[in-house]
C-alpha cells in the first residue's frame, strides 16, 4: 500500500517547480496580503485529501492536488504574513515531521522569497524520502538535508546539535512525551520554533503541550494562527510560533 503511495506520488513531482516558480513569482507586496494568500495562492498550491472530514468542504476542488499541504489555508496565510515580518534572518531551517513535504518546500521557498540568508534547510522523518522531497533536494538552490530517522535517535541530536537550527517547525510524534523532547532538543539554540496542531481536537497533547510552553518560555513571545472553517464540525491543525525575545 505504501509502495504505491509513493508511486503515485512520483507522478506528481513536477508540483514542486511549480511551487517554486509560484512562490519565486509572486509579487512581494503580496507576501503581506493574507486574503490573497488564503483565497488564490495556497489553495492554487494543492491541500491534502486525508481525513476529509477535518477539511472545510468549499475547499474541495483543491484536494488531492498540488503539494498536497495538510494545512488550513486561512492558518497559513497568516503564518506566511507573520513569517514575512519575523523570519528575514533564518539561516538554518529544520522541520521535524515532514509527511510528504509539502509544507517543508513552501516554508523554505518563502524564507527565501522574503531574504532570509539560507544556509541549510533539515528535513526529519523516520519514512524515506517522498518524492517530493527527492525532487526539492535536486533542484534547490540551496543545500537540503534529510534525516531518515525518529528526532530521538542519536543520528538526529547529533546533527542538530552540530547544525544549531535557528528555526524550526515541530509537527513530529504527537504524544506528550515526543512534542516535548523535540521542543527540548532546538529551545537552546533556536530563536523562532513552531509547532503544529496547537488547535486540533483529534491532537489533545500537542494542544496541551502548547498551552503550557507559550506561558512557561519566558523567553519567547507566542503567537497563535488557529482560524477555523464553519463548515467543519470541530476544531483542527492550528500554528503556534514562539520568537525569542
Known amino acids: ?19 517554486i516558480n509560484s512562490i519565486q513569482e509572486l ?53 506566511l504574513v507573520w513569517l514575512s515580518l519575523n523570519g528575514k534572518g533564518v539561516k538554518r531551517y529544520m522541520e521535524i515531521g515532514c509527511r510528504w513535504g509539502g509544507t517543508f518546500i513552501v516554508v523554505n521557498e518563502w ?16 519514512v524515506p524520502e517522498t518524492p517530493f522531497i527527492k525532487e526539492y533536494i535536486a533542484i534547490s538552490n540551496t543545500p537540503v538535508v534529510y534525516l531518515n530517522a525518529f528526532s530521538t535517535s542519536q543520528t538526529v541530536i547529533d546533527y542538530t546539535r552540530m ?36 488547535a486540533s481536537f483529534a491532537c489533545p497533547p500537542t494542544v496541551a503541550f502548547w498551552n503550557y510552553a507559550r506561558e512557561a518560555e519566558e523567553n519567547f513571545e507566542s503567537f497563535e494562527f488557529v482560524n477555523q472553517y464553519e463548515s467543519v464540525k470541530g476544531n483542527f491543525l492550528g500554528i503556534g510560533a514562539m520568537k525569542r525575545i
Not at 44 to 68: C, I, K, R, V
Not at 111 to 126: F, N
Not at 180 to 186: N, R
Open 1 to 19: 500500500m505504501e509502495n504505491d503511495r509513493y508511486a503515485y506520488y512520483s507522478t506528481l513531482v513536477p508540483n514542486v517547480r511549480s511551487a
Open 27 to 79: 509579487e512581494y507586496s503580496k507576501c503581506f496580503d493574507r486574503d490573497y494568500l488564503e483565497h488564490t495562492l495556497i489553495p492554487a498550491l494543492g491541500l491534502n485529501n486525508e481525513h476529509l472530514h477535518e477539511q472545510p468542504e468549499e475547499l474541495s476542488p483543491f484536494f488531492g492536488t498540488g503539494l498536497h499541504l495538510w494545512q488550513y489555508p486561512s492558518q497559513l496565510a497568516d503564518y
Open 111 to 126: 524564507l527565501k522569497k522574503i531574504g532570509a540568508p539560507i544556509e541549510v534547510s533539515i528535513a526529519v522523518d523516520p
Open 163 to 198: 547544525a544549531k537550527p535557528d528555526m524550526v517547525f515541530i509537527d513530529g510524534d504527537h504524544s506528550m512525551a515526543g512534542v516535548m523532547f523535540d521542543h527540548g532538543l532546538v529551545r537552546k539554540n533556536a530563536n523562532i520554533i513552531v509547532h503544529h496542531d496547537i
